[in-house]
């Protein structure tokens, strides 16, 4: 991520969807565009979201609320809901998509 974008982002922090991270090029994913090379850090179909950011310097920690789909060990699946403590380099972000999402 450019430093210019990191910059942006910082003041539209409200309305970040989805934040995409640097992945290994594979001989299974060998595609000519370097977009094809990120995986998303949340998963917005079932609500996963970013409770807070903070930013230092060329890092940002993040708490990220996960839903985790587990088994009570009687076949009674739901969602577990945890928070997540992550801290990412800016370098490891390829991009960052804004938007509200609705729940």
Known sequence: M???FWNNWK???GDTKQIYLCRQKTKWSDYENNLHYS???LNDHIGERILSYKFNGNTVDLVIERKRYVD???FNWHYNIE???ITIKRKDIVSVSFGKIKY
Do not use: Q
Request: charged share 45%; aromatic share 6%.
């Open 72 to 74: 009570d060990g009687h």
């Open 39 to 41: 995986k998303r850090l």
């Open 11 to 13: 003041s539209r922090l």
């Open 83 to 85: 928070n997540e403590y």
């Open 2 to 4: 450019t430093k210019k």
